[in-house]
């Protein structure tokens, strides 16, 4: 089966193509932020590049957040749209816990963090039942105070995720939970794309009309705008 996975949660958007079981492309642009300009030539680009017609794609993965806004309704907007104009199995997945797995196989118990702002954070739990199996979720992708988290923090939790690029967030997570600087706080396309055959291998199926981003809030512009019409009107 051909597997077309993207995730546009964080600033580098991430592009994967799985041709049957034995070839692996990936794009990964760089660290700016322009989806909505980059993400469909790239795709194209990465199709032609495997040698594959859309047709062709038996599934198309994307992740669905949380994270940013824009980028996300950018990223589901291309999988929805090419799931349905091709007839691909639509695929949704957890950009967080794509995420989690970039830590090391030993890793038992795994924290990703995304910036949620307002002094709050996504947080996405993941643990591991022995060393070498892949992390699996303990509960809901939820949103938490920064500090409140971090006073509940067990030790020996890997930390790690897009929120550790902001000075302050990292700064307040104690060193010692703290991933290896090295590891990359973003979806990386091998990871995503072992999520997407789990996924796919589990039965899950998205409906193209239906499937929404996680944004698990509503954004401050949306609150201001509310805000602006509650008032008495003239």
């Known amino acids: 089966m051909n597997l077309l996975a993207l995730d546009t949660s964080t600033e580098r958007a991430v592009l994967a193509l799985a041709i049957g079981s034995e070839r692996m492309l990936t794009a990964e642009p760089g660290p700016e932020r322009r989806h909505g300009r980059d993400l469909i030539p790239r795709l194209r680009d990465l199709l032609a590049e495997g040698g594959i017609r859309p047709s062709e794609l038996g599934a198309i993965a994307v992740g669905v957040g949380p994270g940013s806004y824009t980028g996300l309704r950018v990223g589901v907007t291309a999988a929805k749209t090419l799931a349905y104009a091709t007839g691909a199995a639509l695929l949704a997945l957890d950009s967080l816990h794509a995420i989690g797995r970039n830590v090391p196989v030993e890793a038992a118990r795994i924290a990703v963090i995304a910036d949620a702002q307002r002094n709050d954070i996504y947080v996405a739990r993941l643990t591991r039942s022995a060393p070498g199996l892949p992390p699996v979720p303990d509960g809901e992708t939820r949103i938490a105070p920064?500090?409140?988290?971090?006073?509940?923090?067990?030790?020996?939790?890997v930390?790690?995720?897009?929120?550790?690029?902001?000075?302050?967030?990292?700064?307040?997570?104690?060193?010692?939970?703290?991933?290896?600087?090295?590891?990359?706080n973003h979806p990386q396309a091998v990871h995503l794309l072992e999520l997407a055959r789990d996924a796919f291998q589990a039965g899950r199926r998205e409906n193209p009309w239906l499937l929404e981003p996680c944004y698990l809030r509503r954004s401050a512009a949306e609150d201001q705008w509310d805000a602006r019409g509650t008032g008495p009107r003239g």
């Open 159 to 184: 930390v790690l995720g897009p929120a550790l690029d902001l000075p302050r967030v990292r700064s307040a997570v104690p060193v010692a939970c703290l991933a290896h600087p090295e590891l990359p």
């Open 146 to 157: 920064l500090e409140s988290w971090v006073g509940s923090l067990e030790p020996g939790t």
